[in-house]
């Protein structure tokens, strides 16, 4: 970090453009909120979860029955 930085940690240097870490946190948020919005998380997760419901159910579906009710209609 400090290669990066220098000795001063607040503050990132280009030749004679010099950088806080306010101006490097609000770059990167500027950055990163187009690219979350265009990669759509709330859809992904959408079909993360209503697959994993799928695969549940299917396994659920797919098991054996237990021992127990085997014998559940013998009596």
């Known amino acids: ?9 607040d503050e990132l240097t ?9 101006v490097i946190l609000t770059v990167i ?7 979350l919005l265009f990669a759509s998380p ?3 997760l959408l079909w993360v979860s ?3 419901a799928v695969v549940c159910v299917g396994h659920a579906a797919l098991m054996d029955k ?3 009710a085997a014998y559940s209609d013998a009596v």
């Not at 970090?1 to 940690?9: A, Q, T, Y």
């Not at 948020?29 to 690219?35: A, E, G």
């Open 42 to 44: 709330v859809s992904t």
């Open 66 to 68: 237990p021992p127990e």
């Open 50 to 52: 209503a697959l994993s």
């Open 29 to 35: 948020l500027l950055i990163n909120l187009p690219v």
């Open 14 to 22: 280009f030749g004679p453009l010099k950088l806080n870490k306010n």
């Open 1 to 9: 970090m400090r290669k990066v930085f220098g000795s001063n940690l």
